[in-house]
Nanobody, 123 residues
């Protein structure tokens, strides 16, 4: 059974940092593109960041550029999202996702999804 499991969410004050992790099991995702998405209450799920399997290609939403960094460790089948200078508008459930091919931003393009981890940023 394929699983993506996120961790690292929590409550943080504005300006603080969090590091999210997404561990894959049941399948080797080392050659898959990995992405992070988020969904705030009442809003659609939106793209945050993505990284190619070689980590040579990354893409970020404009709203997080310069604050968030995506990285991966293929040996551990894990992808990370380092989030700095957090803002209240970053509050959302964060999901990791995987797809076989190139880095894209559309959520419908991803084949596998985790259950999500809550990030809450207080003002």
């Amino acid at each position: 059974q394929v699983q993506l499991v996120e961790s690292g969410g929590g409550l943080v004050q504005a300006g603080g940092s969090l590091r999210l992790s997404c561990a894959a099991s049941g399948r080797t995702f080392s050659t898959y593109t990995k992405g992070w998405f988020r969904q705030a209450p009442g809003k659609e799920r939106e793209f945050v960041a993505a990284i190619s399997w070689t980590a040579t290609n990354t893409n970020y939403a404009d709203s997080v550029k310069g604050r968030f960094t995506i990285s991966r460790n293929n040996a551990e089948n894990t992808v990370y999202l380092q989030m700095n200078s957090l803002k209240p508008e970053d509050t959302a459930v964060y999901y990791c996702a995987a797809r076989r091919s190139s880095v894209v931003t559309g959520r419908t393009e991803y084949d596998y999804w985790g259950q999500g981890t809550q990030v809450t940023v207080s003002s």
